[in-house]
């Protein structure tokens, strides 16, 4: 169905988000080291590596709550799930999701609120770099729009499956089996020997 492809293409957006974050991560680590390095072997130092990094972290930790959310990998407290009737257990799984879009729609409008200011008041940041304060309040409000989206589009999703085929539904929004869990570890772990075969 269209709702479907819809919520693919959400998927593949995020995957793709989440990939581009980790290169920007694995990027700050480098200069991290290089400052390290420079700092021990030569006293110099990058201004600001520090400042920047806090705002790689949260940048792209917004934008990797809507990835943890497609991989259903934010933390859930599932115990009870297992012991109630599969109409109540399928109503906790909704009401999760909805939870989760209302906070996302909550935290999203105040950090609109907050580089809406920025931008009023030309803010940056009392720092030596003197950062104008909306470039990493936009990125963060932009990954934040992402996960809002993400989330309002699986509330959505889960509900209309949950008219055609209940179980269907848990199964692809609940919580991750242990098989599932179990099959995940097993395909990272396949993937560093691979990796590692390659390198050597």
Do not use: C
């Not at 980790?22 to 080291?33: A, E, P, R, T």
């Not at 803010?123 to 989206?149: A, D, R």
């Amino acid at each position: 169905t269209s709702e479907d492809e819809l919520v693919d293409a959400i998927r593949k957006a995020n995957v793709i988000l989440s990939l581009v974050g980790g290169y920007i991560l694995l990027l700050l680590s480098l200069v991290i080291v290089f400052e390290i390095l420079a700092r021990k072997l030569f006293s110099y130092s990058l201004q600001g590596v520090d400042e920047i990094g806090g705002y790689v972290v949260a940048g792209t930790g917004a934008f990797g709550f809507a990835y943890a959310l497609i991989e259903r990998t934010h933390t859930r407290i599932d115990i009870v799930l297992g012991h109630v009737p599969r109409p109540v257990r399928n109503f906790l799984n909704i009401l999760a999701y909805a939870m989760v879009a209302g906070a996302a729609l909550f935290i999203t409008r105040y950090a609109y609120l907050a580089l809406s200011e920025s931008l009023m008041f030309n803010s940056h940041s009392p720092t030596p770099l003197q950062t104008p304060m909306w470039i990493p309040q936009g990125i963060w409000f932009l990954g934040l729009i992402v996960f809002s989206g993400t989330a309002l589009a699986m509330f959505i999703h889960l509900l209309l499956q949950n008219f055609r085929d209940s179980e269907g539904a848990y199964f692809q929004y609940g919580p991750p089996t242990i098989n599932e869990e179990l099959q995940r570890e097993l395909d990272d772990a396949r993937s560093r020997i691979e990796t590692r075969g390659r390198d050597s």
